[in-house]
């Protein structure tokens, strides 16, 4: 409660504060103001006197502060802390971080609220900025990101139009080049509706045809580079829940690096297992393989090997396995090569699977 022996200090402290100070009535007039919230607002003492507490409330924030002086009216809380609008008097927004708190008056035993009002207008308008840099940076990112997973489809689509002139017409590779216009037409239709969430299209997928697809579909590139994809897998089919083209992207990223990796040519090795509950494939290459200071950074933003690479192949591709529920871990050595193994939870039929147990090596290149 408020003495009466305080009366004076509290006068002189009120007045000179270099916030905003003021005390308003249980009904939401302005009952003091000090000289700094006039600055804040624009208004005169006289003029905050004809006021209430709403008049000058910002009206998309109007709700908010009722909700809150209702809770400190019946004590609910003890102390209001927010941030809010109010209205200049020159119909400006001003952006303050509001404290409130009730006092009661001991000769009158009068219900009042005492508000400190900091004009935090600059703060927000930074954090605005700050906001709108961020939205810009991740624009850019997706950007690059679509321009990324757009080239590799584009990149075998013109290796078989190569191999069609070449070595003549054959009917699989029409059917190759249009899945991956396909998936062209899949990857700009995402680009379009960016704004909305998007969430993986899950169904059941055999991922040995899976990988064995996306082993046919690096046909053509690795033929150019003098390297052979061997796939290997001892099952008839296994089978998880997946959005089939992603993980088809992670595989011909994978690929992709595992290629770039050995210029003077080599062999690729996809092999498949089931492992209980979960299915792996592992990646390897005989390729150049990567520093322990550069392993360590793979699939953070925009880190790549790569002169002409910018780091969203892994990141996209660690994300995507997390998405999945599985692990996407890399082993490498310099000069001896890398290896990439992934796990992802399998609903696998273990009646199919005692049906029959081969091996199945599927060749590229010579």
């Not at 019946?74 to 119909?91: M, P, Q």
């Not at 991740?138 to 690059?144: K, N, P, R």
């Not at 494939?281 to 690479?309: A, H, M, Y």
Request: proline share 2%; aromatic share 8%.
């Amino acid at each position: 409660m408020l003495k009466s022996n305080d009366t004076l200090f509290f006068s002189t402290a009120f007045n000179h504060a270099p916030i905003g100070m003021a005390l308003v009535s249980d009904s939401g007039h302005w009952l003091r103001v000090n000289r700094s919230l006039c600055e804040i607002l624009g208004y005169t003492e006289t003029e905050f006197m004809r006021l209430t507490f709403y008049d000058i409330t910002f009206s998309e924030d109007l709700g908010l502060s009722e909700e809150y002086f209702g809770n400190l009216a019946a004590g609910r809380i003890n102390i209001i802390k927010l941030e809010k609008r109010y209205v200049h008097k020159d119909g400006r927004a001003i952006w303050v971080s509001l404290h409130v708190s009730k006092v009661i008056s001991e000769t009158t035993n009068t219900l009042f609220y005492i508000a400190q009002i900091q004009d935090i207008t600059d703060r927000k308008k930074t954090e605005l900025l700050l906001h709108n840099s961020d939205k810009l940076s991740l624009v850019g990112q997706m950007a690059a990101g679509v321009a990324h997973e757009i080239r590799n489809p584009l990149t075998a689509v013109k290796g078989f139009l190569q191999l069609m002139r070449s070595d003549g017409v054959k009917d699989h590779y029409y059917d190759i080049v249009f899945s991956e216009f396909h998936r062209i037409e899949l990857i700009l239709t995402e680009l379009l509706v960016l704004a909305k969430p998007h969430e993986a299209k899950m169904e059941s997928k055999d991922l040995k045809q899976l990988l064995t697809d996306v082993t046919t579909l690096m046909e053509s590139q690795s033929i150019m580079s003098n390297v052979r994809i061997r796939f290997t897998c001892s099952q008839p089919s296994i089978y998880i829940d997946c959005d089939e083209n992603q993980i088809k992207q992670v595989t011909i990223n994978l690929v992709k690096n595992a290629i770039d990796s050995m210029p003077e040519g080599g062999e690729v090795h996809i092999d498949l297992q089931l492992l209980g509950n979960e299915v792996e494939f592992v990646v390897s290459d005989r390729g150049n393989g990567i520093p322990d200071d550069q392993l360590e950074k793979i699939g953070q933003l925009f880190f790549t090997s790569k002169e002409k690479g910018n780091g969203l192949g892994m990141m996209i591709s660690f994300k995507i396995i997390e998405n999945h529920g599985g692990s996407l871990t890399i082993k490498s050595k310099v000069g001896e090569g890398t290896q990439v193994r992934i796990r992802l939870p399998c609903k696998q039929d273990r009646q199919a699977i005692s049906q029959l147990d081969r091996t199945t090596n599927f060749d590229s290149g010579a």
